[in-house]
């Protein structure tokens, strides 16, 4: 009975935040460049790049319309990789003067000491690093030999900062499923606090790779894994918020599942293309700061991120937990496709059903 009207009490409280729909997260994709050719890249990044990284005077003139009273906006710096623009720092206090905080997303190859105190210096206020398991599965997923010294460098200085609000994230994939343990105490011996796992979807370079996907069974590996591990309170591991997990909501993060893209989450790509998060497929794209004004954007359009109710058909149609999943995490839809792309909930039952085998 509890958690029924817990779950009922979410249900309302999701849709107020949807009616209000308060911009508290917004991502800059300030550059498509980058140094690595990541295996599973959702935005499909190069080193040579055919889109120019934005002006910081354009993206100014973009977050310069939004009139919030008391603007709670983070901007969080991504890509490509953010470290090849060589004017962040400039960016950081531009956005700081603006009464903004900001952040950068980061493969971390690039974040030396010099870097991590000039970022500091300017304002950053939170960091994100990657690190995809130990050596040998973290550089095979980032095609790179250097890339674990490298995060694992980042992840140290980073971590040696205690007014930064800084986190890991990890990409599981079945080569580096099995040593989630040993991933974990490298971390804790690190000094790292916050720990994000998310699971690679068939999007971007990953949609002709199915090696990197994990099967049922390894996903409910994961699931255990990070359960067992909340359970610890050594240190703040939780599943991404890509999807809905049935049985294991509230075991692996706070709260239950809740897609916040175009809710609370907007984004203005590299193009000058205003969307929610950066790996939701262009065809959710709601405008372009070039040629529309970005708050008025936000605010009286994404129509198809606030009401989820197109997403009730294919497999969603008959889900007894639409109503919770709401059509998983919008990144899992693509063009004009009639079905989600994964199903975490299915997944979790095929796994138990071969358990049963």
């Not at 498509?32 to 890249?41: A, D, M, Y």
């Not at 960091?127 to 995809?132: E, F, G, M, P, Q």
């Amino acid at each position: 009975m509890a958690g029924s009207i817990k779950r009922s009490l979410f249900r309302s409280f999701r849709k107020s935040e949807s009616a209000l729909h308060e911009l508290t997260y917004l991502f800059w994709e300030c550059t498509t460049r980058c140094n690595l050719n990541c295996l599973h890249c959702g935005s499909d990044c190069a080193k040579d790049s055919t889109v120019p990284d934005m002006p910081l005077a354009d993206f100014l003139k973009a977050i310069d319309t939004i009139r919030q009273k008391e603007s709670n906006i983070t901007v969080v710096m991504t890509g490509g990789e953010p470290l090849l623009r060589h004017d962040l720092e400039q960016c950081g206090r531009a956005i700081r003067k603006r009464g903004m905080r900001w952040s950068i997303v980061s493969n971390g190859f690039l974040y030396d000491e010099e870097r991590h105190r000039s970022l500091l210096s300017a304002g950053m206020g939170a960091l994100t690093i990657s690190l995809d398991g130990l050596a040998g599965a973290h550089n095979r997923l980032r095609n790179s030999s250097a890339s674990f010294l490298k995060a694992d460098q980042a992840i140290a200085l980073a971590a040696s900062a205690p007014r930064l609000n800084f986190d890991v994230v990890a990409c599981v994939y079945p080569q580096n499923v099995g040593e989630l343990e040993e991933v974990y105490n490298h971390l804790l011996h690190r000094k790292v606090k916050a720990w994000r796992l998310f699971t690679i979807a068939p999007i971007g370079r990953a949609e002709n790779n199915p090696g990197l996907l994990l099967s049922n069974a390894q996903f409910r590996q994961l699931m255990d894994f990070i359960t067992a591990k909340r359970q610890e309170k050594r240190m703040d591991v939780r599943f991404s918020c890509e999807g809905y997990v049935g049985p294991y909501e509230t075991k692996v993060r706070d709260s239950y599942f809740f897609c916040r893209a175009g809710i609370n989450i907007g984004s203005i790509l590299a193009d000058g293309s205003i969307s929610a998060c950066p790996n939701i497929d262009h065809s959710f794209v709601q405008g372009n700061i070039y040629s529309d004004n970005f708050y008025e954007v936000w605010q009286n359009r994404f129509q198809t991120f606030r009401d989820r109710s197109w997403a009730h058909r294919g497999i969603c149609s008959g889900c007894p937990d639409f109503r919770d999943c709401r059509g998983n995490g919008l990144h899992l839809w693509h063009g004009n496709r009639e079905n989600v792309l994964v199903c975490y909930r299915e997944k979790l039952l095929q796994a138990n059903d071969e358990l049963k085998i």
